[in-house]
């Protein structure tokens, strides 16, 4: 039963799918939706212009926000209804080390670790893998502006950085999805094999590949 899951997280890279999914799924398991808001950050914008000059205070921004929500979510645990977000907060630790030099991650570094509330573990954290290449045409086709500056390359780097961290996390009962053939959005069909492969999970890490 997915009533199990009070808390469920959905993650993976740029144009995986993470958003769409997670509102789907907040409301069959009629959840509290939790998004990053990522374009509320003033500084997307030219950083996707300019990697280098705005990685920091892109990265900044992106911390005090989250780590606000999750203060907030903390606070409300005790009282509110299931939740599903679109973000965890120690991805943000996987952005900087990929974007930051190694004088500005240490001072991110510091501030993360001071600022960083303590928060429980999701009952499920659902990564979305797709090919770069895939990731790309689903960002094109989602028409945000600022996004056109963004490569092949740079979603290669970010699938590796997520494909490395996720080898080691062991937080949580983690189900890696390959969702190149998967449309959790449009496909009901997609999305019920999805609901039943949650339903059936029984162990640490599970994964969930539907061939061509």
Known sequence: MLSRFRHVVVEGPIGAGKTSLARRLATRMDAELVLENADENPFLPRFYEDRRRYALPVQLFFLVARIEQARRLG???LFSSARVADFMLEKDL???RLLLDEVEFRLYHQLYSGLKPQAAAPDLVIYLQAKPSA??????RRGRPYERQITETYLTELSKAYSEF????????LLIVNSEN???????ADFELLLQRMQDMRGAREFFNLGT
Do not use: G, I, T
């Open 166 to 173: 996720f080898y080691h996390y062991d937080a949580s009962p």
């Open 94 to 96: 996987l952005f900087a």
């Open 75 to 77: 606070q409300d645990e």
């Open 135 to 140: 990731l790309v045409e689903r960002v094109k």
């Open 182 to 188: 998967l449309n959790f959005a449009d496909k009901d």
